[in-house]
Antibody, heavy 119, light 107 residues
Framework: EVPLLESGGGLVQPGGSLRLSCAASGFTFSSYAMNWVRQAPGKGLEWVSTIGGSGGSTYHADSVKGRLTISRDNSKNMLYLQMDSLRAEDTAVYYC????????????WGQGILVTVSS | DIQMTQSPSTLSASIGDRVTITCRASQSISIWLAWYQQKLGKAPKLLIYKASSLESGVPSRFSGSGSGTEFTLTISSLQPDDFATYYCQQYKTYPLTFGGGTKVEIK
C-alpha cells in the first residue's frame, strides 16, 4: 500500500481560502509527480493540478488557474493545494494522487477530503 | 482541450456477462489512455494504463484496447465486485481530461 492522506478540508465562505495537505509515505516521494483531482457531489472526475517530482513544473486546469496552486515539500513528503478566491463550483471531494512512472495515469489515490464553499 | 466521450452512460448487466465500455477522444491521443473503477464513496482505482496495460493486482477479466480516438474496456465475465462506475482518462496532453463515466448496474 502507498498511503496518501489528505487533510485541511471543510466549510468555507465564497471568496475565502483553504489549504489542503496530502501526507505521503511508503515510497520515494520526490521521484513521483503528484496531482490533485476533484469530484463535485454526484458528478464525474475533474483533474485540477499536477506538479513534477522536483516541484519545478506545475500544470493547472483553466477553471482553477490563478486561484488554486499546487506545491510540494519533498523534505516533509507533503503535497499541498492552496485554494484562494473560492467559489461555490469548487465544492467537491479533493483527492491527491500519484502517477505511474512515465505516465500521467494515477496509480494511488488518497481517500479524499471534502471542501464545501457556501455562505 | 481533448474531450473524452464514454458510452453508454449506464449499462445493466448480469453476473457472467461480457461487458464492453467505449471511450472516444475528440482528437488522437495515441495510446495515452487510462481506465478507472470507482465505487460509491471510494477513491477511483486504476485498472488499465497505456490503453491496454493491466495494472498490477487487477483481475485478468479486465482488458483494454484501442488507439488513436477509439478505446474499449472489456470485462470478460462480470463479477459481483464489478458493479461500479468506470471512467476513462487521456494523458496525451494537458489539461488531463476524463470521460463522463459509465455506471454498471445489476440487471
Amino acid at each position: 500500500e502507498v498511503p496518501l492522506l489528505e487533510s485541511g478540508g471543510g466549510l468555507v465562505q465564497p471568496g475565502g481560502s483553504l489549504r489542503l495537505s496530502c501526507a505521503a509515505s511508503g515510497f520515494t516521494f520526490s521521484s513521483y509527480a503528484m496531482n490533485w483531482v476533484r469530484q463535485a457531489p454526484g458528478k464525474g472526475l475533474e483533474w485540477v493540478s499536477t506538479i513534477g517530482g522536483s516541484g519545478g513544473s506545475t500544470y493547472h486546469a483553466d477553471s482553477v488557474k490563478g486561484r488554486l496552486t499546487i506545491s510540494r515539500d519533498n523534505s516533509k513528503n507533503m503535497l499541498y493545494l492552496q485554494m484562494d478566491s473560492l467559489r461555490a463550483e469548487d465544492t467537491a471531494v479533493y483527492y491527491c494522487a500519484r502517477v505511474v512512472p512515465g505516465h500521467t495515469a494515477f496509480d494511488y489515490w488518497g481517500q479524499g477530503i471534502l471542501v464545501t464553499v457556501s455562505s | 482541450d481533448i474531450q473524452m466521450t464514454q458510452s453508454p452512460s449506464t449499462l445493466s448487466a448480469s453476473i457472467g456477462d461480457r461487458v464492453t465500455i467505449t471511450c472516444r477522444a475528440s482528437q488522437s491521443i495515441s495510446i495515452w489512455l487510462a481506465w478507472y473503477q470507482q465505487k460509491l464513496g471510494k477513491a477511483p482505482k486504476l485498472l488499465i494504463y497505456k490503453a491496454s496495460s493491466l495494472e498490477s493486482g487487477v483481475p485478468s477479466r479486465f482488458s483494454g484496447s484501442g488507439s488513436g480516438t477509439e478505446f474499449t474496456l472489456t470485462i470478460s465475465s462480470l463479477q459481483p465486485d464489478d458493479f461500479a462506475t468506470y471512467y476513462c482518462q487521456q494523458y496525451k496532453t494537458y489539461p488531463l481530461t476524463f470521460g463522463g463515466g459509465t455506471k454498471v448496474e445489476i440487471k
